[in-house]
């Protein structure tokens, strides 16, 4: 079956500055997604990748999925607090109607 | 549009009693999910219905979980009897194909039994 490792799982920086979470998979990619997470709250979609090599940005937040569909990366740019929370990706799992596998979320602290 | 929206959003109940959570999904989606969200073992799918049919409950944990969607606009996922390690979060969301299976979360309901 599918797996999806994140790294690092936590994270903690100083506002203003650059990060990188990681999202590595077992098997090719079909979906990738990012989700967003605050404690006590549910998820909020942030992106997805599809093709290899894709690359999409919203505000200070770009996602990137290589060209062999088995890593995506996903880079914050100047860091605010309001970027914290838990960063999950999740792959479709393969079956015909979109059901999704996560990985375990990497958890963000921004510093101010 | 309000979203996903579930309920309650706390629950705490003793060991042996009946637990309903429900959902309501955005209107117009025609696929629904269930997960169940732990520090151990992270985002679990649970069951999925598409077009109010169960199309895969692999990860229903055992005979004690059942979920229904009678019609396109509320489903429930019963536990009976609880146990304490049914403590969780659980999630509700909604995807429709054309959106590119983007799934919308509900706020999920933080379960304790004790």
């Known amino acids: 079956s599918q797996e999806l490792e994140q790294s690092p799982q936590s994270l903690i920086v100083q506002e203003g500055k650059n990060l990188t979470i990681n999202c590595t998979s077992s098997?090719?990619?079909?979906?990738l997604y990012w989700y967003k997470q605050k404690y006590g709250e549910g998820l909020i979609f942030l992106m997805m990748?599809?093709?290899?090599?894709e690359e999409k940005s919203h505000e200070k937040i770009t996602a990137k999925l290589d060209e062999k569909k088995q890593q995506s990366s996903l880079h914050i740019t100047a860091s605010q607090p309001s970027h914290a929370g838990i960063y999950l990706c999740?792959?479709?799992?393969?079956?015909?109607?979109?059901?999704?596998?996560f990985g375990k979320g990497t958890k963000l602290s921004v510093k101010p | 549009d309000a979203g996903v929206i579930q309920s309650p959003r706390h629950e705490v109940t003793e060991m042996g009693q009946e637990v309903t959570l429900r959902c309501k999904p955005i209107?117009?989606?025609?696929?629904l999910f269930w997960y169940r969200q732990t520090m151990m073992r992270g985002l679990e799918l649970l069951i999925y219905?598409?077009?109010?049919?169960?199309?895969?409950d692999s990860g229903m944990p055992e005979d004690r979980f059942s979920a229904k969607m009678p019609n396109a606009s509320f489903s429930t996922l019963k536990i009976q009897p609880s146990e304490p390690r049914d403590s969780a979060v659980y999630f509700c969301?909604?995807?429709?194909?054309?959106?590119?299976?983007?799934?919308?979360f509900g706020p999920g309901t933080r379960l304790l039994v004790l």
């Open positions: 969301a909604s995807s429709f194909p054309a959106g590119g299976e983007t799934q919308y």
């Open positions: 098997k090719t990619l079909y979906g």
């Open positions: 990748l599809q093709k290899g090599g």
């Open positions: 999740g792959a479709l799992g393969g079956g015909s109607q979109g059901n999704l596998i």
């Open positions: 209107s117009g989606h025609n696929s």
């Open positions: 219905f598409n077009n109010n049919v169960p199309i895969d």
